[in-house]
Nanobody, 115 residues
Framework: QVQLVESGGGLVQAGGSLRLSCAAS?????????MAWYRQAPGQQRELVAM???????TYADSVKGRFAISRDNGKNTVYLQMNYLKPEDTAIYYC????????WGQGTQVTVSS
């Protein structure tokens, strides 16, 4: 079964940057799937942050547009999220999955932005 492993989170001051990575343990159809980053803040529902099609076309939530950039390396079965100009409201656990959320969820990576 495919496992997703997220990494790269941490504690950063507002205005700072982080780069998240998500590696899939097996390629399967990774390169054919639209991949996405989601986040979940305490007491809130998981929300879509960004997604990227198999061909590399990105889409972003309005709240992160212009600050975050999603990319992928199909050869490494990895999707990335470059996060710039971070805000305290970006604080959450970040997860990756397919756009259809078809894979088991990983453990996520905690991002904490201090003001």
């Amino acid at each position: 079964q495919v496992q997703l492993v997220e990494s790269g989170g941490g504690l950063v001051q507002a205005g700072g940057s982080l780069r998240l990575s998500c590696a899939a343990s097996r390629s399967l159809l990774f390169k054919l799937d639209t991949m996405a980053w989601y986040r979940q803040a305490p007491g809130q529902q998981r929300e879509l942050v960004a997604m990227i099609t198999a061909s590399g076309a990105p889409t972003y939530a309005d709240s992160v547009k212009g600050r975050f950039a999603i990319s992928r390396d199909n050869g490494k079965n990895t999707v990335y999220l470059q996060m710039n100009y971070l805000k305290p409201e970006d604080t959450a656990i970040y997860y990756c999955n397919t756009r259809r959320m078809s894979l088991p969820w990983g453990q996520g990576t905690q991002v904490t932005v201090s003001s």
